[in-house]
């Protein structure tokens, strides 16, 4: 198959939900994965939880940016937005993102120079048009958006262009793997490896989950049927009590990974001996950081970061939803407290965030369902 429409197929899809129907021990409870933010967008967005058995549940992982991101390190990054002469620049979900004073579009509201941009090589470009100001970008993401963070910082030395920085919160996604792996909550059977992550990382760096923990691994595409073939092949592979990485999204994904990226990676970026997730507390060697070549670029050498640590507000249960413990329903706050227009939580505020995936496309079938409107 070459063309989405073919991804998307009604019969095609009906054919592997009938199959993965079959498959299932209907005595069993399957927990599957997925750890990739834009899996969970497209489980919601096209209700495929709807056409799987009942027995064989989904869980949303820690793959949204900007849902990990802990709400001191806004604050860090918005601080920097307060030096005279500076623009902070941000990808546009970043833009909404509650801090503790309020989210980027809030306080420029209140007069602060911060902008929304769609790349780091746009924030580059401004960086160069407006040579009297200093223009810091607030980069975040795994490995699917550094590497243009790191082609951007090569860029930079190259024009010696000294009037722009990076504020890093890139993550890698191994280490919160591990994190839930290692959790005293964890029961999960398998994973939907994260498609985006690795087109860059390739699958290789998923054998530990295999032969270590023996769960099964399979890295999809965002289509439907992607994403129903993967789960057929996580299911097989339990039938078969087996514990494998396997490729369901060969089309995109090289097994090696990306090498050009990621070498552009290894020459900009060194590992973090630690950094705090959202969630899932403090994980070491887990985001990256500038390597001191680098320091002229580097928001936390440049500028006095204060380091702030914020714990979330005692009801949100963000945490318990990241790691795939709660549905994002049954957090206290959904729909009510917390909602897109007024996210109390960063899942309830980028689109793969589980909490506003769920509110979008969810939340009013179970309201016909369990006649209980939600109010918002
Ligand atoms: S509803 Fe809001 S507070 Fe609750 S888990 Fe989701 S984002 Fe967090």
Sequence with gaps: MKYVDEFRDPQLIRNVAGEI??????????????????????????????????????????????CVLPTGRVDDGLSIAEHPGVILT???????VPGTRGTPLELKARGADIRMVYS???????????????????????????????????????????????????????????????????R????????????????????????DYGKPVVVAGFEPLDLLE???????????????????????????????????????????????WRGLGFISQ??????????AWDAEVQFEIPGVRVTDPRAAQCGEVLKGVLRPPQCKLFGKECNPEHPVGALMVSSEGACAAYYRYVRYEDDAANAQPVTS
């Design 188 to 211: 999960l059977d398998g994973f939907i490896g994260p498609g985006h992550v690795s087109t860059v990382s390739g699958c290789r760096p998923y054998e530990f989950i295999a032969r």
């Design 230 to 276: 993967a789960i057929l092949m996580v299911v097989r592979q339990l039938n078969a009590k087996e514990a494998k990485v396997e490729n369901q999204y060969r089309r995109i994904v090289p097994w090696e990974g990306n090498m050009p990226a990621l070498r552009a990676m290894s020459d900009v970026f060194e590992l973090r001996p630690y950094f705090e």
């Design 21 to 66: 129907a079959r498959s299932v021990d209907p005595n069993h409870e399957y927990r599957i994965m997925e750890v990739c933010g834009g899996h969970t967008h497209a489980i919601y967005r096209h209700g495929l939880q709807d056409v799987l058995p009942e027995n064989l549940r989904l869980v949303h992982g820690p793959g949204c940016p900007v």
């Design 286 to 295: 887990s985001a990256l950081k500038l390597l001191p070549a680098y320091a």
């Design 120 to 186: 780091p090589l746009d924030a580059l470009r401004l960086a160069q048009n407006e040579p009297t100001k200093h223009v810091c970008f607030f980069a975040i993401g795994f490995e699917t958006t550094a590497p243009s963070t790191a082609l951007t910082l090569l860029r930079a030395k190259a024009l010696g262009v000294r009037n722009f920085s990076i504020f890093c919160n890139h993550v890698t996604i191994v280490p919160a793997i591990r994190a839930i792996l290692e959790s005293p909550d964890m």
């Design 90 to 96: 941000a990808f546009g979900d970043m833009m909404r």
